[in-house]
């Protein structure tokens, strides 16, 4: 009986699989290179996608003793392998009405690890509201021996170890395309020329799901190296679409040119991908839309950390949208020790690398202060809300984000400097969408 279960929810997961378009199985190609080749799916072999697959959905691993959580229960596979505040929600208040009829019902999203109100509590938090309201997840970390966290009650450095920061959910297609490219790396490791989560911490798939199975399943046992094995197969044959799979194939056969992963486009959406190619694929590069092109550098702020940047001239030269309380309240204050042995204090509700390295103060844009890594743009019209914090709820919000950008880029340019970032050719602030590109622009990105 056990076994007819296992079967039927395989096929279940295959027939969902499927009709997402997220991993087109054996292709016509793998079966002509012979019966070896014809055992693997889109490079991976098929019985460890197949198992990964199933994984990828299981509650109770084996042997693992973990809090119940599946990948699927934070990546949903209906919301493109995300976490949105819509789908948090939705599940939240569903719990709520089954435990007016049943007192033990449970989902496993809703861990105490992930509670607001956990330091606190412990296994008795009871406060989601990061998680409802933002659709965000705590992820914890060591503080560097040069960075401390500033008490807020006495405005003295507190004697904490240890920082929290709630990010969203990355989505797991497409990763195949992205990772270590060994492209315009970055001053300092780790993984300096990119790496897997928000700041590239991670070098390989395996490491992800390590981590992920350790903090967020809270497993109480080493997974065998095969599980994170199998993980990691899967998540390389999941793509946005079958134009981003064709491309991640001929990558893989070395064909050149490339094929465009893009569809058909009329008038508005090319003209929309010239604005693109100008205004954005110097940082979206590359096949994964990930690699920062020279000589812009691998990783810079943008500026969606809270709280945002204000101008001190009047009148404004930018105007970032602020943060609305729900996500302003994640902010912290830090204080640093420079090299130099003296200290500085900044205030953030997310300093990227700077929690991997310690190194704050070098010379701009060079230190690792608010820098996190470069996300691919592929299915973008699908994964709203946007940025590491969810911040931008419309593609809209977010072209508007980056031209307040640009903005501030111009407005903090040293006399004489135009940065690559916002320029082409280094004489001209001319990369910033206009105005009249608006319409374009959003038309091609809802088509990735």
Not at 247 to 264: N, V, W
Not at 347 to 375: E, H, M, Y
Not at 422 to 435: E, K, Y
């Amino acid at each position: 009986m056990r076994s007819m279960r296992t079967m039927a929810r395989t096929l279940f997961i295959y027939a969902l699989l499927a009709s997402l378009q997220v991993w087109g199985g054996p292709t016509w190609a793998d079966s002509k290179r012979g019966v070896e080749d014809a055992n693997r799916c889109d490079g991976e072999p098929c019985d460890a996608v197949l198992r990964g697959l199933i994984a990828f959905f299981d509650r109770n691993l084996h042997g693992l003793d973990g809090n119940g959580r599946s990948c699927n229960d934070c990546h949903m596979i209906t919301e493109q392998f995300r976490l949105t505040p819509a789908a948090v929600e939705a599940r939240f208040q569903k719990l709520q009405k089954r435990r007016h009829y049943n007192r033990h019902a449970d989902d496993p999203l809703f861990r105490p690890i992930d509670a607001d109100d956990f330091r606190i509590n412990g296994e008795n938090a009871s406060d989601y509201s990061n998680l409802r309201q933002n659709g965000l997840i705590r992820v914890v970390f060591a503080l560097p021996p040069n960075i401390r966290l500033i008490d807020p009650e006495t405005n003295a450095p507190s004697d904490e170890q240890t920082v929290d920061l709630w990010r969203m959910v990355p989505g797991v297609t497409d990763v195949k395309l992205s990772g270590a490219d060994g492209v315009n790396p970055w001053p300092r490791g780790p993984n300096a020329s990119g790496g897997y989560q928000l700041d590239g911490r991670f070098l390989t798939l395996q490491e992800q799901a390590l981590a992920a199975l350790t903090s967020h399943a809270q497993i109480t046992a080493a997974p065998p190296q095969r599980l994170l094995d199998d993980l990691s197969s899967l998540q390389r044959v999941l793509f946005t679409n079958e134009r981003v799979r064709a491309l991640s194939l001929a990558i893989d056969a070395g064909i050149t040119p490339l094929p465009t992963a893009d569809p058909r486009l009329n008038t508005l959406e090319q003209q929309g991908r010239k604005v693109f190619e100008r205004a954005c694929a110097q940082c979206h590069g590359g096949p994964g839309q990930s690699t920062p092109q020279p000589p812009v550098v691998r990783m810079h702020e943008i500026f969606t950390q809270c709280p945002r940047r204000v101008d001190v001239v009047t009148p404004a030269r930018f105007n970032f949208a602020p943060c609305p309380p729900r996500l302003a309240r994640n902010a912290r204050t830090y204080e640093i020790t420079l090299a130099n042995g003296t200290t500085t204090r900044r205030t953030s509700s997310d300093p990227g690398r700077a929690l991997l390295t310690g190194f704050v103060g070098g010379p701009p844009p060079l230190d690792d202060w608010n820098k996190l890594d470069i996300p691919g743009m592929r299915g973008l019209r699908h994964t709203a809300p946007y940025f590491h914090n969810n911040s931008a709820n419309t593609l809209e919000e977010l072209v508007d984000h980056y031209v307040e950008f640009y903005k501030f880029v111009k407005a903090n340019a040293a006399p004489g400097v135009v940065p690559p970032v916002a320029s082409t050719d280094g004489v001209n602030f001319d990369r910033q969408p206009q105005p009249e590109e608006r319409t374009a622009l959003l038309a091609y990105l809802r088509k990735l």
